[in-house]
């Protein structure tokens, strides 16, 4: 379904505040420092399926995180 995301996918998330651009690739080809996160990921599990306006939590060590979709490309 057009503006999911899914493998291959890039998007922008919102992370406390901040827009991050990022893309969903699988996990030989994941870079996270360089925005690549892998399908395999805790987000990237999390991610996979959603679309423009959703939002996801993960649980870090550090307590939770909560990311919105911002855009889907």
Sequence with gaps: KKGLIE???SFTISKNGKEVKMRLVGSNEAKPEAGFISNESPLGK???GKGKGDSVT???PMGEI???ILQVE
Aim: without cysteine; charged residues 35%; proline residues 0%.
């Design 7 to 9: 493998i291959g996918s």
């Design 46 to 48: 999390e991610l996979l």
């Design 58 to 60: 993960i649980k870090a």
């Design 66 to 68: 909560k990311y919105k």
